[in-house]
């Protein structure tokens, strides 16, 4: 459920309003997608009674269902302009976003995380800055050693990172079109990446969304029929 590049295929379908059965793999488990596709990757498409080999890859999933005739008008979700200034904007939050977020994470009640083993396995694989992800992954810290830093990252951090967050979602107000469409000429790939990945700033308590930034939120939304957190925020 937290994953954006899941997210970016379900706002895709809702906005085309193709009906689908989403399926929740626990974030420990390998030997579905590996059985799937040949490693633990998400999202991957599987087609009922269909010869089509299981997709994985979220925008090549879009662009599936977005150019098949067989779900409705094709090119409705128009190409990426290729504007730098969304992605640099996510880039220089990246910092501030897995301290908020991937703490925050381990508190909700997600499907992927509903047992304790998802969790673990959460926690073992994704860093907390400073710490890359290789030497998270590689090093001699221990499990407690990690979920201690989880938690104070959640107790005590939060207030050093807020601002920077609030601050940085105040600069994305002008850069945002429309609530309809983040670029001028119409949704578009630029808004399945953003509104993906804002998403999971809405689980956090504290944060600032300026008008402009949460009518775009709540308007993709209901079009792509996928809900946001703001009644979960920690």
Not at 55 to 76: A, Q, Y
Request: proline letters at 7%; charged letters at 30%.
């Amino acid at each position: 459920d937290h994953c954006p590049f899941c997210v970016r295929v379900r706002l895709a379908l809702g906005y085309k309003n193709v009906k689908h059965e989403v399926v929740f793999m626990g974030n420990d488990d390998v030997a579905t997608p590996t059985a799937l596709i040949g490693k633990k990757i998400a999202p991957i498409l599987v087609m009922p009674n269909d010869d089509m080999a299981p997709m994985p890859e979220s925008l090549d999933i879009c662009k599936f269902f977005d150019e098949n005739e067989r779900f409705g008008p094709t090119n409705v979700i128009k190409p990426a302009t290729g504007r730098t200034d969304f992605k640099t904007w996510q880039k220089g939050l990246q910092t501030t976003l897995r301290m908020l977020t991937r703490p925050r994470y381990m508190q909700t009640a997600l499907p992927e995380f509903m047992q304790q083993d998802g969790k673990d396995a959460f926690v073992k694989n994704h860093q907390l800055p400073p710490y890359e992800k290789k030497e998270w992954k590689e090093g001699d810290m221990t499990m407690d050693a990690k979920w201690a830093l989880y938690t104070d990252a959640l107790e005590t951090k939060t207030g050093e990172h807020l601002p920077d967050l609030n601050a940085a979602l105040k600069e994305l107000e002008p850069m945002i079109y429309s609530k309809e469409f983040c670029s001028e000429g119409g949704f578009s790939y630029d808004d399945i990446d953003l509104w993906s990945r804002l998403r999971s700033i809405s689980l956090v308590k504290g944060a600032e969304f300026p008008k402009g930034v949460k009518d775009y939120m709540d308007y993709h939304e209901k079009a792509g029929d996928v809900p946001l957190y703001w009644n979960m925020q920690i």
